[in-house]
Structures are given as structure tokens and as C-alpha cells.
């Protein structure tokens, strides 16, 4: 019996140098130390034997079982071994190939220009104020000093929903709404950037839908000579510090006295170009001192507080300051005109 376990063990040792594939080692597994396998056979056998040899045998088979295991074991670490080793060479990468170009979005020209308008603001103070789109007439218009029937909302084409709900035409409406949540106690201090709607026929410097960005200030003691140096530094750190301002009178009904500002043409220097008409200036935007009608409707005592406002189109700006000569552009996403602001 002795003669045969060590048979058996030669022969399994010698299948399982010989297994290529992990069936087959498999396999000779289940062959030799399965319940139907030689050796389970042979110990079946072991009634048949005296006492003295039972012990004998039963410890010999025990190793002869053992020694096919731990080969068994070896042999299938050296298969996946090599397994991994032949992947490897097969999915080999070619470490010197050119990669392939990864395509990285940039800024939209307008996303670039309110971000850099509104960094300016909050660094000297402002809070950005955000707001509505679908407005109600009252904040729109009655809010800031435009009652109805008053003949400059014909300034103002609006997208009416009802009679008392339409598309914002400003983002004016949220500094109603600001002043109100201070309940008549300054300081105030926000910019309110976003979409508005007007009906406007769209073509190369109009759109239905365009964007702006309106400032306020109330407090105690706020003078015009405050607005002029705000819009001052705003023009410089936006344009270049050789900007100069000038301030025309104009009309707004929120706002009293107001003013149109000009900025020195950053083309030509104030000398007279295409960009400027031959003028030197080009018109920025519109501010002035709020009214004392909308300060006593937003629960501010006009007495005691005052205050400043300004508002601009960042398409314009961005028109201006990127040479872009039609404002559909912006809207058109087209990827080659995209683009050329990949550094803006």
C-alpha cells in the first residue's frame, strides 16, 4: 500500500509540473485529492490492516496528500504569475505615442467680464444681490419712482405676462427689494448683476434678451463727488489707469440729478477713431443720485440717507473691450468665435 501512495504522488507531482492552464491543474486537483480519487481509495483500503500499520499508513498518506497540495498551491501562483506577465506584454503602452489632445473650455467673452466687473466690487465693499427674472410690475417700475401711465416706461418695451407680472426689463428691481430688507437702515451697498428682457428688434447692437449690471449705495452723507470716484476707479482698473470719465446730464426717472459717463477712447487716447467716432469719448453707462422718491418707498427717510446708483450693459463693455463689432455673437455659440478668448 505504501508502494502505491508513493506511486500516486509521482504521478500527480509530475501532472501538475506538466499543467499549462489553471483547468488543467484544476483538474489534476480533483483527480488525485477528490472524494472518488485514488487516494481516498486507498484509504478506504486501510480496514484491511493490522493495528500497527494503520497508524503507519494513515500518517504517510497525510503527507503524500499534503506534499500534492502545497504543489498545487505553487503551481497556481506560478500560473497566474505568468498569466499577468503575458498581459502585460500584450497591453503593453507605448509611453512615447503623442497623447491625444484633451479639449479644456474656457470663459464665455460675458461670463469673463461680469466676473471681473463683479471681483472689482466686492474688493471696495459691494455685495452681490441676485434676484427674480419674472418680476412683478410694482419692483419693476412703481418701486423706482415709474408709476403707471408715466411716459418713460415707453423707454422700456416689457414682455408682459399678466398686467402685474412680466420679464424684468432691469435688474433695477433688486434694489427695491434690498432697501426693504433693511428696513430704513443703512449702509447699503450691492451689485446686482443678470438677464433682463425688453422687446427690441435684434441686430448687430440690440437683443430681446441682453445682460446688466447695476450698483447701489445708501447711506448717510453720500455725495455726487462719490460717484464720480467710484466710476472713476471702475473705469481705470476695467480699461487701463490712463481712462479718464466724463459725466453728461441726462434723465432717468430713479435717480436725480443723473448723468451719462463717457470714458477717453482706450484706442486712439481722446485723439478721435472709428471706436469712438471721432469724438475721443465713448459712452459707458448711466448712474446718479437716487431719487428721494425711491429712498422713501424702499422705508428710507431721504431727510437722513442718500445715495448713488449706476447701471451697464457688460455687453457693451465687452464689445468695446474685445473689438466684437456685432452683439449676436454672444449668443450665437458658435465655437470658432469662442475661441479667441481662451486668455480672456
Given at each position: 500500500m505504501k508502494e502505491r501512495l508513493l506511486e500516486l504522488k509521482q504521478e500527480a507531482l509530475e501532472k501538475i509540473k506538466q499543467s499549462t492552464s489553471m483547468k488543467e491543474l484544476q483538474d489534476v486537483r480533483v483527480a488525485y485529492l477528490g472524494k472518488k480519487g485514488p487516494i481516498t481509495e486507498v484509504l478506504r483500503g486501510m480496514g484491511e490492516l493490522s493495528a500497527e500499520e494503520r497508524p503507519i499508513i494513515g500518517q504517510y498518506v497525510n503527507e503524500v496528500r499534503n506534499e500534492i497540495a502545497d504543489n498545487v498551491e505553487k503551481k497556481q501562483t506560478e500560473l497566474?504569475?505568468?498569466?499577468?506577465?503575458?498581459?502585460?506584454?500584450?497591453?503593453?503602452?507605448?509611453?512615447?505615442?503623442?497623447?491625444?489632445?484633451?479639449?479644456?473650455?474656457?470663459?464665455?467673452?460675458?461670463?469673463?467680464?461680469?466676473?471681473?466687473?463683479?471681483?472689482?466690487?466686492?474688493?471696495?465693499?459691494?455685495?452681490?444681490?441676485?434676484?427674480?427674472?419674472?418680476?412683478?410690475?410694482?419692483?419693476?417700475?412703481?418701486?423706482?419712482?415709474?408709476?403707471?401711465?408715466?411716459?418713460?416706461?415707453?423707454?422700456?418695451?416689457?414682455?408682459?405676462?399678466?398686467?402685474?407680472?412680466?420679464?424684468?426689463?432691469?435688474?433695477?428691481?433688486?434694489?427695491?427689494?434690498?432697501?426693504?430688507?433693511?428696513?430704513?437702515?443703512?449702509?447699503?451697498?450691492?451689485?446686482?448683476?443678470?438677464?433682463?428682457?425688453?422687446?427690441?428688434?435684434?441686430?448687430?447692437?440690440h437683443s430681446h434678451q441682453f445682460t446688466q449690471i447695476e450698483g447701489l449705495v445708501v447711506d448717510e452723507n453720500i455725495r455726487m463727488s462719490d460717484l464720480k470716484g467710484t466710476l472713476t476707479l471702475f473705469a481705470k482698473k476695467l480699461f487701463g489707469e490712463e481712462r479718464e470719465i466724463r459725466l453728461r446730464p441726462s434723465f432717468f426717472p430713479f435717480t436725480e440729478p443723473s448723468v451719462e459717463m463717457d470714458i477717453s477712447c482706450f484706442?486712439?487716447?481722446?485723439?478721435?477713431?472709428?471706436?469712438?467716432?471721432?469724438?475721443?469719448?465713448?459712452?459707458?453707462?448711466g448712474a446718479g443720485m437716487v431719487h428721494p422718491n425711491v429712498l422713501e418707498m424702499s422705508g428710507f427717510n431721504p431727510k437722513k440717507y442718500t445715495g448713488f446708483a449706476f447701471g451697464m450693459g457688460p455687453e457693451r463693455i465687452a464689445m468695446l473691450k474685445y473689438g466684437i463689432e456685432d452683439i449676436r455673437h454672444f449668443y450665437q455659440n458658435d465655437v470658432r468665435f469662442l475661441k479667441q478668448f481662451q486668455q480672456a
Open positions: 497566474k504569475e505568468l498569466a499577468i506577465q503575458k498581459q502585460l506584454e500584450e497591453e503593453t503602452i507605448d509611453v512615447t505615442l503623442p497623447g491625444r489632445p484633451v479639449r479644456i473650455g474656457n470663459h464665455h467673452p460675458l461670463t469673463a467680464v461680469i466676473e471681473e466687473i463683479e471681483d472689482l466690487f466686492i474688493r471696495m465693499g459691494y455685495q452681490v444681490a441676485e434676484g427674480p427674472e419674472v418680476e412683478t410690475d410694482y419692483y419693476n417700475f412703481e418701486a423706482l419712482n415709474l408709476p403707471k401711465n408715466h411716459p418713460a416706461r415707453d423707454m422700456q418695451d416689457s414682455f408682459y405676462i399678466t398686467e402685474e407680472i412680466l420679464l424684468r426689463t432691469q435688474t433695477s428691481p433688486m434694489q427695491a427689494r434690498t432697501m426693504e430688507k433693511h428696513h430704513g437702515v443703512g449702509p447699503v451697498k450691492i451689485i446686482c448683476p443678470g438677464k433682463v428682457y425688453r422687446r427690441d428688434n435684434d441686430d448687430a447692437t484706442k486712439c487716447g481722446g485723439n478721435g477713431c472709428n471706436v469712438c467716432k471721432r469724438t475721443g469719448w465713448i459712452e459707458i453707462l
